[in-house]
């Protein structure tokens, strides 16, 4: 209010000033207006009484010319009339014709100018016309009118004048108000949305004026203008973020406004096992649990997964809940059990028979059978209700995980219509044919398009994704945007390349490279100096452990002087072993490992050491630090975390990563051997280069890798899907504002 008055007080002022000035000129406008009025006047009066005044005065009736004049000022005008027959003669006159007139100076009133002549009443017009005849050729008529009425004419005209200036300035002064104070509202709104980081647009003020159909256009122009700056401005801030778990909850708290996630996997972070007396934890190996336990630890929220430790019942609140990590507790664990039926048919049968193989192009055959779909069907749907119950609002930001739950989306949609779920396939998907041979297909990709943001750690991925919603699904999908909509719901398709925690944790760095190498030589009883390599998995048929053997073979057979100098330490951690598939497959490793060291192991430490048994990441790094170098060569990989974390483990930037083409990581680490596990002779030759590598070029190969590792680490990941779904929060708020009408 203050602030209107600032700004009206000021404009009232001025308008009074254009007032003032303008009234002088009104008087002198009026006042010509009615001189030339009062002239035409005169001569009208002059023509009028020509004939009977002629006649009068020729009849020298002097007295009836004065009544005929007396008679004519009844008019309230006409203040006098009077006539001169010639200058030198007397003036024959009405009552009240001025002294200051006579027959000798009429001059001075003829002719152009105002002919005013002031009095004590007022001002007079004195208009002088020849009224000439034979008689008299030097007659003059002489009418006098009151100009009193002109000076009343003006004050009233000023005064109106004064009243109209009054009501514009109050119209005036009622508009701007009005108007300052909407934008102000506007203006502080937008300012107030900014500072929170929203789009100027969000939502509209309580108060804010109705929406002005008019005014749409320009609205939507806005909204896309904004939402180019605000992918700008993210692309630049995300730049220049250092993406550390402070990073993480700055975001979360932020951008999100402090929401909980609820992080929905199969897997466990921390499983409870009995051993006898004790109950023990164990971490699973799991890239998946690798990559998102730290996100879990920065952000807190509650991780949902099956509960499958032999002491995880022991163990949990009445909610079924426990607080992790045990020893420095930061989020919860709500574990979800489920029957055996449940875990042959969702999570070995359809999961891992079926999805497994389906997206992995590792020519095992995917199963399905109608029994697992069901059981598959009736575990998401668990997940479902275990998801909503935990929601402490309407609009929870919930993360699914991996092929597990492709129907849980659209489940949790059903449910919590305004949940913000992104779904993150830590798989490979295939291209639309190999995909076609799943029975339920329509189904599978119905449930994940439930989704606001699907994830792949490829843009292959999300191509392969996208050509098969196109193909086998009713959708709309945007080829420009990657955006796909189904049932009226939009899902952005998005590649986001999963990671590890940078730097890593610093109880895995403790034991120095050179002690690690002494001692997991000592352990294996190998000699100091020789030569050795890694590779670590779990023991799944996709991770090209028999193709890594047979180049290792190979290494052998071109370059026998290898043979007693160079030992391959396999540690593959049991997985799946309920299919039969990984029976089969164990046994071949196995095999295939005895016969490789029953064949060069004459002089000295066995080719290959195969330790079939779970490691804890401390082992594992040990093993990491020591080695000359790390072998990954999956016939087809997500992404590979093990290749991350070997390159993390060597901050003496020493060491040689061998990675498959058909990994996520090669795309991101292209400074590793990068070679075709399915290529023996290509594998061979890039152990040998790897085995002889100087140490300059093992420094600027490593150098680059761990670069790239630290820059695009697994908080990165997190907070860009996080500030994605932020902005979507934001869209689908504006979205939801009413359809511009067409005109
Ligand atoms: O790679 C796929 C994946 O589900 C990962 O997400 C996870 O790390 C790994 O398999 C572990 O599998 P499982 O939980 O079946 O032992």
Redesign the pocket.
């Known amino acids: 209010m203050r602030l209107s008055l600032r700004f009206v007080l000021p404009l009232l002022l001025v308008l009074a000033g254009i007032a003032y000035a303008v009234a002088p000129l009104v008087d002198q406008l009026t006042l010509r207006w009615f001189v030339r009025d009062l002239e035409i006047r005169a001569e009208l009066i002059a023509n009028t009484i020509r004939e009977p005044l002629q006649e009068q005065l020729a009849a020298g009736k002097k007295a009836k010319v004065e009544d005929f004049f007396n008679h004519l000022t009844q008019d309230e005008r006409v203040y006098a009339v009077g006539y001169c027959a010639a200058p030198a003669g007397t003036v024959l006159a009405s009552r009240w014709l001025p002294a200051q007139i006579s027959c000798a100076n009429l001059d001075q009133w003829e002719g152009p100018g105002d002919h005013l002549l002031p009095i004590a009443q007022g001002p007079l017009h004195v208009a002088v016309k020849p009224m000439v005849s034979e008689a008299t050729p030097a007659g003059r008529l002489i009418v006098v009118h009151d100009m009193s009425f002109v000076n009343r004419r003006s004050e009233e005209t000023k005064r109106y004048l004064f009243y109209a200036f009054l009501g514009l300035a109050a119209v005036v002064s009622l508009i701007t108000v009005v108007v300052a104070q909407l934008s102000w509202r506007g203006w502080m709104a937008g300012m107030r949305s900014l500072l929170r980081g929203e789009g100027l647009l969000r939502q509209p003020a309580l108060d804010a004026p109705p929406d002005l159909p008019g005014f749409k256009p320009i609205a939507r122009d806005l909204q896309r203008l904004i939402h180019e700056l605000e992918a700008e401005t993210r692309a630049r801030d995300e730049s220049q973020i250092t993406w550390t778990p402070e990073a993480l909850r700055t975001i979360l708290h932020g951008e999100l406004r402090g929401e909980d996630v609820i992080v929905v996997?199969?897997?466990e972070p921390y499983i409870h096992q009995r051993r006898g007396e004790r109950i023990e934890v164990q971490r699973?190996?799991?890239?998946?649990?690798?990559a998102l336990e730290p996100i879990m630890r920065a952000c807190s929220g509650t991780w949902i997964a099956h509960g499958s430790g032999s002491a995880d019942r022991e163990v949990v609140d009445k909610n079924d809940c426990v607080k992790v990590p045990p020893d420095n507790p930061a989020y919860q664990i709500r574990r979800v059990w489920l029957t055996a039926e449940e875990e042959a048919g969702y999570?070995y049968g359809f999961?891992?028979e079926g999805l497994?193989p389906l997206c992995h192009i590792a020519h095992v055959r995917p199963i399905f059978r109608s029994s697992d779909w069901a059981q598959y069907v009736a575990v998401n749907r668990k997940f479902a209700k275990a998801v909503v119950s935990e929601a402490k609002t309407k609009n929870p930001i919930v993360l699914v995980?991996?092929?597990?739950f492709a129907l849980l989306p659209k489940m949790i949609r059903d449910e919590l219509p305004d949940a913000t779920i992104i779904t993150f396939w830590?798989?490979p998907w295939p291209n639309p044919e190999s995909f076609a041979i799943c029975p339920w297909r329509e189904e599978i990709l119905a449930g994940m398009l439930g989704s606001s943001i699907m994830g792949f750690h490829t843009q292959f991925h999300c191509n392969n994704f996208v050509d098969t919603v196109d193909r086998f699904l009713e959708a709309r999908v945007d080829r420009a945007s990657f955006n796909v909509s189904f049932g009226g719901k939009p899902t952005a398709v998005r590649h986001y390349p999963i990671s590890i925690a940078w730097p890593p944790d610093a109880s895995l760095m403790e034991k120095s490279v050179p002690e690690c190498r002494s001692s997991i030589r000592q352990m294996n009883d190998l000699p100091p100096e020789h030569k050795f390599g890694i590779g670590v998995d779990?023991l799944?048929y996709t991770k090209g452990i028999l193709e890594r053997f047979r180049a290792i073979e190979r290494l052998l057979e071109l370059n026998p002087d290898w043979v007693g100098r160079f030992t391959f330490v396999q540690i593959a951690a049991p997985?799946?072993s309920g299919i039969e598939e990984y029976q089969h497959h164990e046994s071949q490793v196995r095999a295939m490992a005895t016969r490789i060291n029953g064949r060069f192991s004459r002089h000295g430490p066995p080719p290959i050491i195969l330790k079939i048994e779970h490691h804890e990441s401390s082992q594992v790094y040990e093993y990491f630090r020591a080695a000359d170098l790390c072998f990954v060569s999956s016939l087809h990989?997500?992404m590979n975390l093990v290749a991350k974390e070997f390159v993390a483990a060597r901050d003496d930037e020493r060491g040689v990563l061998i990675l498959s083409e058909f990994t996520g990581a090669a795309r991101e680490l292209p400074e590793a051997l990068i070679v075709n596990p399915y290529d023996a002779d290509q594998c061979a030759a890039a152990l040998h280069l790897a085995l002889t590598m100087s140490a300059t070029e093992q420094r600027d190969r490593m150098r680059l890798m761990r670069g790239l590792v630290a820059e695009y680490n697994v908080f990165r990941w997190a907070g860009r899907m996080l500030l994605d779904a932020a902005a979507k929060r934001r869209r689908s708020w504006l979205a939801d504002k009413p359809e511009i009408p067409t005109v």
């Open positions: 996997a199969n897997r699973p190996a799991s890239g998946l649990v690798t999570y999961a891992n497994w995980q991996d092929y597990h830590h798989i779990r799944d997985t799946r990989d997500g």
